[in-house]
């Protein structure tokens, strides 16, 4: 009877299912303070990647019930103009109305599967600025400073509450001072013209629980985060974070995503970026739970690029994979990475594995060691942006996944990640002291992996990069697996003076069988970098180190690894 409502019925279909999902997202981000005051850190853990998945599988119904409400309109291009228009008006005055628009976009792609982005009828371009709105009542609490910086942390410690005791509080409240007054006003910044705001949403991770501040001014912008931890005798404040380097570090694109109660998503996001200016839109979003909407942001992102630069796609520098093509827009800070259609030998992975290793990246623990790519389908680019050679390469490693018009290029499938400094390159013209840093942070990741079960593989260093806050990061999945699921062996002693002279093993070799003993031969080829390795991270080519890690893990225990660097906590400044 009422056909014309057809598109309005639809639209309200997505918007109520949009709706169901932020709610379940908001409880989920809710559950992570009872599970902080309760000890519970696997389900905390199970919680950050249930909200992972839920987002796929809520997109997957919605789309299923909107092709069945549309029946034979399902594909009329007029229908989807008029479903994008309700939606557009239904939410222009909501307070996560970009959230939404995301929301709409995935399920508008899953039930046009094979198209690439539709600016008419999807929400390619902001439809207003990426803030919804400013909300009537501050999102962060706001302390005058008087120089009293006891009476300052009490008060800011006082809004926090949870159902748990504290170990000492007023021992943490002067370790605060103490660190603030060492930082700050021995600086001879003038505290006057400044105001303390920290965010009223505890920002929550693993074991973790985080305040994030700001000293703030019109002019001037200091960040500073309190790390909580709650050990079996109460909760206590681990560390002052005032460093830039350290407060970027915990939003770092290569951790997992904070569980935080958010109601206006692109005011956390603007807060955040006042003191996190080198990192994009979408980083944020990802950072505070909102990957989805990160990737939109991206992109919007990288049209707007695209518009103002004019410089070709080229070959990525670095040694060529052999499971992964991988190009570059110099002017743009990312990598574009499309599987080959076959891969060079000895590889024998397959293309599903490498995509489910991706896949078990984006729902593990990063702990700050694994970059978190953005999966694209059918992504179209300019023809003649493609250098020959790299157009050369694509239709020779992937011809598959190209289709060539006369002005555009379409890519089938492709990952997208923040551009790195391979590790081989970066110690080619690094000082002594600045290779002596990365190879044994290079160490710091093969354990920090190995913490939270996994392990790489390939670990040669053309596999790791450097990135801007010189941090070595593991880029290359496709051997990636759990660490419990390896064999770690010693090589058997020969029986005889034929097996000891041979030229292949004399002994059997499984496909999961791992001999750290064999590490040295090829993990670093300078010696001089191969002598540093040894001393600082030896263990890792004993046998011992990994199988005592395993247990570890098979007995379900969390190992403690901390997204800041020791000499920050205060047990190791203050004893």
């Not at 549309?70 to 291009?77: F, H, I, P, R, V």
């Not at 703030?216 to 200091?222: D, Q, R, T």
């Amino acid at each position: 009877m009422f056909e014309k409502l057809l598109p309005y019925d639809a639209a309200h279909k997505i918007l109520v299912a949009y709706h169901n999902y932020y709610y379940l997202f908001k409880r989920i981000t809710k559950r992570a303070s009872i599970r902080f005051e309760q000890r519970d850190w696997h389900g905390i853990q199970s919680d950050a990647k249930e909200r992972n998945t839920f987002y796929r599988d809520a997109v997957g119904t919605t789309t299923q019930q909107v092709l069945e409400l549309l029946g034979d309109k399902a594909t009329d291009d007029q229908v989807w103009k008029a479903i994008k228009e309700y939606f557009t008006n239904e939410t222009k005055n909501a307070n996560t109305r970009n959230i939404a628009e995301t929301f709409y976009n995935s399920v508008y792609r899953h039930s046009h599967i094979g198209l690439s982005a539709d600016v008419h009828n999807m929400f390619v371009h902001a439809t207003a600025t990426y803030r919804e709105f400013k909300s009537t009542e501050p999102i962060f609490h706001s302390l005058s400073i008087d120089g009293d910086w006891t009476f300052l942390f009490r008060s800011i410690l006082k809004r926090y509450r949870f159902d748990a005791p504290w170990q000492d509080l007023p021992h943490d409240i002067d370790q605060l001072a103490m660190h603030f007054v060492d930082h700050f006003v021995s600086r001879d910044i003038q505290m006057e013209h400044f105001q303390v705001q920290t965010l009223k949403a505890v920002f929550f991770r693993n074991k973790g629980a985080y305040i994030v501040g700001r000293l703030y001014s019109p002019g001037e912008v200091f960040p500073f985060v309190i790390p909580l931890l709650h050990h079996e005798d109460g909760i206590f404040v681990d560390s002052l974070l005032v460093d830039d380097l350290d407060v970027s570090s915990i939003f770092s694109y290569n951790r997992s995503y904070f569980l935080v109660d958010v109601d206006i998503a692109s005011e956390m996001v603007d807060f955040l970026k006042s003191f996190l200016p080198s990192k994009s839109l979408g980083e944020l979003y990802n950072s505070i739970g909102f990957e989805k909407h990160g990737k939109t942001v991206f992109y919007r992102d990288f049209l707007r690029h695209l518009a103002r630069s004019s410089d070709k796609y080229v070959i990525a520098p670095g040694i060529k994979g052999m499971v992964m093509h991988v190009f570059t827009l110099p002017s743009y800070n990312v990598v574009f990475k499309i599987i080959k259609d076959r891969f060079s030998p000895p590889k024998q992975v397959t293309q599903a594995e490498v995509k489910r290793a991706y896949e078990l990246v984006n729902q593990h623990d990063r702990v700050g060691r694994m970059t978190d790519p953005y999966e694209f389908a059918n992504l179209v680019f300019e023809r003649a942006r493609f250098s020959h050679e790299l157009l050369e390469e694509l239709l020779r490693d992937a011809p598959s996944k190209v289709k060539l018009t006369e002005k555009e290029i379409e890519i089938s499938h492709l990952y997208v990640e923040k551009k790195m400094t391979p590790l081989n390159l970066y110690l080619e013209d690094a000082t002594k002291d600045e290779a002596t840093m990365v190879i044994n942070d290079y160490g710091k990741a093969i354990k920090e992996l190995a913490a939270v079960n996994i392990f790489p593989g390939d670990m040669l260093l053309k596999n790791f990069g450097v990135t801007r806050l010189k941090r070595v990061v593991f880029y290359d999945y496709d051997e990636i697996g759990f660490l419990t699921d390896y064999n770690f062996r010693m090589i058997p002693e020969p029986r005889n003076e034929y097996e000891e002279m041979s030229a292949e093993p004399y002994y059997h070799v499984a496909s999961n069988d791992i001999f750290p003993e064999e590490f040295p031969r090829f993990l670093i080829g300078n010696p001089t970098l191969r002598d540093v390795f040894f001393r600082l991270h030896g263990n890792l080519y004993r046998i011992k180190f990994w199988r005592n890690m395993q247990q570890r893990l098979h007995r379900k225990e969390i190992i403690d690894v901390y997204p800041y660097r020791d000499e920050s906590r205060f047990e190791y400044l203050y004893g």
